[in-house]
Nanobody, 125 residues
Framework: QVQLVESGGGLVQAGGSLRLSCAAS????????MAWFRQTPGNDRQFVAA????????YYAESVKARFTISREPAQNTVYLQMNSLKPEDTAVYYC??????????????????WGQGTQVTVSS
């Protein structure tokens, strides 16, 4: 069983930055395809970014491209989401997700087996 624990959320002004962390345990980190999603009240969970097993391939939602950066640190069993130039519309609960296999459908919530508890990000205008 894989456990994912997010941290790093908070309140920030528009234009500011935050870095989210997701610590993984329970399985060899390099065997996990990792991603970040976000969700606002009443809406479906939306894809933000994904990273393959060794970080060789990275994918972003169009809305965050050039502002957000996903990365992974094997020594810490952690995946990060650096968020810059934050906008009020980035306000959401951010979730870390993982699956122990490659997936073509990396932007689909159904592709992931494991989820963290979420961390709130609030961007004030």
């Amino acid at each position: 069983q894989v456990q994912l624990v997010e941290s790093g959320g908070g309140l920030v002004q528009a234009g500011g930055s935050l870095r989210l962390s997701c610590a993984a345990s329970g399985r060899t980190f390099s065997s996990l395809f990792m991603a970040w999603f976000r969700q606002t009240p009443g809406n479906d969970r939306q894809f933000v970014a994904a990273i393959t097993f060794t970080g060789g391939d990275i994918y972003y939602a169009e809305s965050v491209k050039a502002r957000f950066t996903i990365s992974r640190e094997p020594a810490q069993n952690t995946v990060y989401l650096q968020m810059n130039s934050l906008k009020p519309e980035d306000t959401a609960v951010y979730y870390c997700a993982a699956v122990p296999m490659a997936t073509f459908y990396y932007s689909d919530v159904k592709s992931y087996d494991y989820w963290g508890q979420g961390t709130q990000v609030t961007v004030s205008s």
